[in-house]
């Protein structure tokens, strides 16, 4: 197969401006995403309170290990493939275009609500951190207002702006956690043993909640691929910012849990009480009172960080979607200025408010309420695609589409990753009501949507036949 193919893209279909993130900003893009103190406040500190305990920092090994495997036959793929829907082309690209804008479909939809419920996360968190510093009290739809307006101005000037904003947001996230880690360390320095890689404590508790939240804190690196039409030497820097973002929040998250579980005798008990409390007691203990309202401002910060980089996702699975007909094609509308997806965007912007509308409405609360429904769909969501990417690879290789030169990328890995993933999103649809924190049957039915995402863009693919972008290949 010759490595050089013609675009696929009509002459005159719209572009993203190009060179402007290199792998640097890339891999800052996944972490926003990840958002390492938002993750430890929230989903790590569930697994310790209610999975395996002290064992989630094994296991967060053992899925960083697994999802190492996914990244060397995903980065194979976008050798090949390079397009501002990056599983939706991935995808397409071995199982066909009916299948790969089903996915499309299943991508927007977890993007856009992720978008809308990291909007609506900075908003409550700015509002506690507000009334706590200064006294005053407001809704959290008046801040989360706030925080869409900001998030929309940043996707309309693109990511030159964006990772800026974003690397300096992780770059305070990673140096608190390592005070924090430090400060432990020093303090409690009998706490840190390897226990916690033995398999009895991996397997001591709730392993299928642990397995899923690390999962959680780990998806989300699609966006090296997402701005690889955006990036320089595209093939370079993806690669480098997947191995990169992989490597830097798994150093990340394994030290910081370590440190929470160093700085108990029994944390599991601890984390039980209140597992959203959990990092800013830590904190007190070992770093003092005064840590609390920085703790809380970055907490915020980085929900605004995660904001904005699902919102970018999103935008750009807008824009390739209304670039290849699926969508009505002004969304490929790109800003004349600054080479953004703007008409995407200000969709994108839209979406958010109708989803967080209801809640508002309703009185419900954000996190209680709409965070359950997030978690479960993103999370299914996303393990889904990433299972169909490997599927893809090893249809590609069987059709001579992709070269068999490297055995490990084109054909092992994704086997293994395939299956690995697989399991994984069995234990999660297995133990759904765990992984969300809700009973509720409107949380419990939400997987639904995404599925009817999937069909509509298969059945909309079907209507349109061939003449639609699938993928820019280089």
């Excluded at 296991?59 to 980065?75: E, I, K, Q, R």
């Excluded at 609506?120 to 951190?129: E, I, N, Q, R, S």
């Excluded at 608190?176 to 360390?185: H, K």
């Excluded at 008409?343 to 965070?371: H, K, M, W």
């Amino acid at each position: 197969m010759s490595s050089k193919t013609s675009r696929s893209t009509p002459a005159d279909a719209a572009h993203l401006k190009p060179n402007t993130i290199g792998a640097f900003g890339l891999t800052f893009m996944v972490v926003a995403v990840a958002a390492p103190l938002t993750a430890m406040a929230s989903n790590l500190s569930l697994s310790l309170g209610f999975g395996v305990g002290a064992g989630t920092v094994g296991l967060l090994v053992v899925v960083a290990l697994a999802l190492a495997v996914f990244a060397s036959a995903f980065v194979a793929l976008a050798r090949y493939v390079t397009n501002a829907g990056a599983y939706y082309a991935f995808i397409g690209f071995g199982l066909g275009r009916t299948v790969g804008s089903g996915a499309a479909f299943v991508a927007t939809t977890a993007y856009n609500m992720a978008a809308a419920g990291m909007a609506a996360a900075t908003g409550y968190f700015l509002g506690l951190t507000v009334e706590s510093m200064l006294g005053f009290d407001a809704p959290w739809y008046v801040y989360a207002a706030v925080a869409l307006v900001l998030t929309a101005w940043f996707g309309r000037r693109g990511v030159e702006i964006a990772k800026h904003l974003i690397t300096v947001v992780s770059i305070m996230q990673f140096v608190m956690l390592l005070v924090l880690a430090v400060a432990v360390a020093v303090q409690r320095p009998e706490g840190w043993t390897v226990d916690v890689f033995s398999p009895s404590a991996m397997l001591d508790g709730n392993v299928a909640l642990t397995l899923a939240f690390c999962v959680l804190s780990f998806v989300g690196f699609e966006a090296t691929a997402i701005y690889g039409e955006e990036a320089r030497a595209a093939r370079t820097s993806i690669k480098t910012a997947t191995y990169a973002s992989i490597v830097l929040l798994v150093g990340v998250f394994v030290i910081a849990t370590w440190s929470l579980v160093a700085a108990f005798d029994d944390v599991k008990a601890v984390a039980s009480e209140d597992p959203g409390a959990l990092v800013f007691a830590t904190a007190d203990i070992y770093l003092g009172a005064w840590s609390g309202n920085l703790l809380s401002i970055l907490v915020t910060i980085s929900f605004f960080a995660a904001s904005v980089a699902f919102h970018n996702m999103a935008a750009r699975y807008h824009f390739s979607l209304g670039r290849a007909e699926l969508l009505p094609p002004v969304l490929a509308t790109v800003h004349p200025r600054w080479g953004t997806p703007a008409a995407a965007s200000a969709l994108q912007s839209a979406i958010s408010v109708l989803v967080l509308a209801p809640f508002v409405i309703s009185g419900a609360d954000p996190i209680i309420n709409l965070f359950p429904m997030v978690s479960g769909v993103t999370s299914v969501s996303l393990i889904s695609l990433m299972v169909g990417c490997c599927a893809s690879i090893l249809v590609a290789v069987h059709r001579n589409k992709l070269p068999r030169t490297n055995t490990w990328a084109a054909i092992v890995a994704p086997i293994v990753a395939g299956v690995c993933l697989l399991v994984l999103l069995g234990v999660i649809v297995a133990n759904y009501s765990d992984v969300t924190g809700s009973t509720k049957l409107l949380v419990i039915l939400m997987p639904v949507l995404p599925i009817g995402a999937a069909v509509y863009g298969a059945l909309r693919q079907r209507r349109i036949g061939n003449r639609n972008e699938l993928s820019v290949i280089d």
